[in-house]
């Protein structure tokens, strides 16, 4: 009878649940950076010390706020000039793009032009009607934007002696009489050429208004010196070897 119990025992044993291991803890997906915000917005962190900036920004002005600070809003700034400095330029290309394409035809390479003025408008006009023939441009708008830069160097030169516009009105000049010694016939060339050079020095005179070779020379002023009678320096006193021994023949 015993043993019959014990392997009743035995059997019981062996049916026993058995228990299963605890699956090891998830481990919670960006700890870190939880851990590093929840630290970054206490007291002296670096998020609480940058929202304390923006706060203060107001009452320090753009002079005393902080460096980062003042360093976002100058490349905001400057970002937002580019920005509307491109979409100006666009307009303004575009404005000007109709404004020469809405110019009348003129007729390059016929001549149009009479008198003095023709021996060197027609040698331009042919001149820019033989090179132009690739560009995407018409011929007539090239005369256009030549006549143009004359007149604006000539006038601009005038007022404002500035020394880029006079550069402009030299180059402008050269490339004039160059067009003439080129498109005019080989016979009446120093001819054409020579009244071109005439007629460019001529508004020379105005276009370089007070343009001179002679070097300047700039006088210096004068120091200004101002004497002040109620401040008084008193000289250093003499050494006892340099004073003078009056009625003694010998020094002490």
């Given at each position: 009878?015993?043993?019959?119990?014990?392997?009743?025992?035995?059997?019981?044993?062996?049916?026993?649940?058995?228990?299963?291991?605890?699956?090891?803890?998830?481990?919670?997906?960006?700890?870190?950076?939880?851990?590093?915000?929840?630290?970054?917005?206490?007291?002296?962190?670096?998020?609480?010390?940058?929202?304390?900036?923006?706060?203060?920004?107001?009452?320090?002005?753009?002079?005393?706020?902080?460096?980062?600070?003042?360093?976002?809003?100058?490349?905001?700034?400057?970002?937002?000039?580019?920005?509307?400095?491109?979409?100006?330029?666009?307009?303004?290309?575009?404005?000007?793009?109709?404004?020469?394409?809405?110019?009348?035809?003129?007729?390059?390479?016929?001549?149009?032009?009479?008198?003095?003025?023709?021996?060197?408008?027609?040698?331009?006009?042919?001149?820019?009607?033989?090179?132009?023939?690739?560009?995407?441009?018409?011929?007539?708008?090239?005369?256009?934007?030549?006549?143009?830069?004359?007149?604006?160097?000539?006038?601009?030169?005038?007022?404002?002696?500035?020394?880029?516009?006079?550069?402009?009105?030299?180059?402008?000049?050269?490339?004039?009489?160059?067009m003439v010694w080129t498109a005019t016939p080989p016979a009446s060339r120093?001819?054409?050429?020579?009244?071109?050079?005439?007629?460019?020095?001529?508004?020379?005179?105005?276009?370089?208004?007070?343009?001179?070779?002679?070097?300047?020379?700039?006088?210096?002023?004068?120091?200004?010196?101002?004497?002040?009678?109620?401040?008084?320096?008193?000289?250093?006193?003499?050494?006892?070897?340099?004073?003078?021994?009056?009625?003694?023949?010998?020094?002490?």
């Open positions: 009878m015993q043993s019959n119990n014990s392997r009743q025992d035995r059997q019981e044993l062996v049916y026993l649940p058995v228990p299963f291991p605890k699956a090891p803890p998830r481990k919670v997906r960006f700890a870190a950076l939880r851990t590093w915000w929840t630290a970054a917005w206490e007291e002296g962190g670096v998020l609480h010390e940058m929202w304390d900036d923006v706060l203060s920004a107001p009452r320090s002005g753009l002079r005393h706020m902080a460096p980062w600070l003042r360093a976002v809003l100058m490349v905001a700034a400057v970002s937002f000039v580019v920005l509307m400095a491109r979409a100006a330029g666009e307009v303004v290309l575009q404005q000007l793009h109709q404004l020469l394409t809405a110019v009348p035809r003129v007729q390059v390479g016929v001549d149009t032009s009479s008198g003095v003025a023709a021996v060197v408008d027609q040698p331009v006009r042919t001149y820019i009607a033989q090179h132009s023939a690739g560009l995407p441009v018409a011929a007539s708008t090239v005369y256009t934007l030549w006549l143009l830069t004359g007149i604006t160097g000539l006038v601009v030169g005038f007022f404002t002696r500035s020394t880029g516009v006079r550069a402009m009105w030299t180059g402008w000049g050269a490339a004039s009489v160059f120093p001819v054409a050429a020579a009244l071109a050079v005439l007629a460019w020095a001529f508004l020379s005179a105005f276009a370089l208004r007070g343009l001179t070779l002679r070097r300047r020379v700039v006088v210096g002023r004068p120091a200004q010196v101002t004497v002040r009678p109620e401040i008084h320096i008193p000289a250093p006193a003499a050494p006892a070897d340099d004073r003078p021994h009056s009625g003694c023949p010998f020094r002490d």
